[in-house]
């Protein structure tokens, strides 16, 4: 389950301090010393941990007094707050064009869940938002992706742009946005080629069909349960693509949750969905409160 080891030992280090009435510096130094290992330990990113440690202690030792809270919840109030804050505040929504089609391009290595999310994600515009989405098979590479998105469309019931492997994708993601203006599709979501590591052809490719095409979002999938690998993959595309949002896929099966905690930190872009299984309604929009939440207990 996500995040289950980090909850634990969380949940476990303020069983401590819950219901003291008085919290000494020692009492804030034991605690933030735990979380770091914690923390450490769930994998997140080293100077993440550093910068996260320095200002719970300096919330928590010069802390405002509030008279409905123990001084020991309201040490962990501080905490819960700016884990909120590090996995991105508020819950960021999907930028949408003032024309539609909105045009959403899914980038991310192969194997990271990107064909599946753009299933997930097609899905949700539909069912929570009353959207008509035009998926795009623009993996020339490989035949199978071609086929794996079609699949979906069929079990979605949702039309699939595709031209098989031997056109450009630059044209066929430029082809599948005037099939949607004809065809009144508000959304478009092109699902692009992936490959196993970050490489220079791939992002040559990628960096054209951005140029040319001008998404309203670009979001980068990574596999949760890779950790900081997801981490320096979030990293890389960011610097070449600018992407604007982060899909991070399995977290139903990352106990550890330190690229959850480590993404928005180093890369300034917020994780605006989380894949939680292998079925197409397991996508979930990502509010950072309620995963504090859950990580707090
Ligand atoms: P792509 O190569 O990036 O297009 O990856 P796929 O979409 O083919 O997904 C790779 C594998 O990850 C498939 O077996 C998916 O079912 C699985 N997968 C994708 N997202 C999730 C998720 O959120 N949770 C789980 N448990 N599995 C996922």
């Known amino acids: 389950m996500a995040f289950e080891g980090l909850a634990d030992r969380l949940q476990n280090t303020f069983q401590k301090i819950k219901g003291k009435g008085k919290v000494t510096e020692a009492d804030v130094k034991e605690m933030t010393r735990e979380v770091r290992l914690a923390l450490l330990e769930a994998d997140v990113n080293f100077k993440v941990v550093k910068d996260?440690?320095?200002?719970?202690?300096?919330?928590?030792?010069?802390?405002?007094?509030?008279?409905?809270?123990?001084?020991?919840?309201?040490?962990?109030?501080?905490?819960?707050?700016?884990?909120?804050?590090?996995?991105?505040?508020?819950q960021s929504k999907i930028a949408v064009a003032n024309r539609p089609p909105t045009v959403i391009m899914m980038v991310g290595l192969q194997g990271a869940g990107k064909t599946t999310t753009t299933g997930k994600l097609a899905n949700h515009l539909r069912k929570q938002h009353n959207r008509n989405p035009l998926l795009v098979a623009a993996d020339v590479y490989r035949p199978a992706a071609i086929n794996q998105l079609e699949t979906l469309g069929n079990q979605l019931d949702m039309p699939v742009f595709s031209k098989g492997t031997e056109a450009n994708p630059v044209d066929i993601a430029n082809e599948a946005i005037q099939q949607a203006k004809d065809n009144h599709n508000d959304y478009v979501i092109i699902d692009t080629a992936g490959r196993l590591h970050v490489d220079e052809h791939l992002m040559d490719e990628l960096q054209q069909i951005r140029q040319n095409v001008q998404p309203n979002e670009t979001f980068l999938v990574v596999d949760a349960m890779t950790g900081q690998d997801a981490v320096n993959v979030a990293e890389t595309f960011n610097e070449q693509l600018d992407v604007t949002g982060v899909v991070l896929t399995k977290l139903?099966?990352?106990?550890?949750?330190?690229?959850?905690?480590?993404?928005?930190?180093?890369?300034?872009?917020?994780?605006?969905?989380?894949?939680?299984?292998?079925?197409?309604?397991?996508?979930?929009?990502?509010?950072?409160?309620r995963m504090a939440q859950r990580i707090l207990g």
């Open 252 to 289: 139903d099966g990352d106990t550890r949750g330190g690229a959850a905690l480590s993404i928005k930190a180093v890369t300034d872009k917020p994780i605006k969905f989380a894949g939680m299984g292998e079925k197409l309604d397991q996508l979930e929009p990502f509010y950072p409160d």
């Open 52 to 90: 996260f440690i320095k200002r719970i202690k300096e919330r928590a030792v010069g802390q405002e007094v509030m008279q409905s809270l123990t001084p020991g919840q309201q040490v962990i109030k501080v905490v819960k707050e700016e884990l909120t804050d590090l996995m991105g505040g508020e």
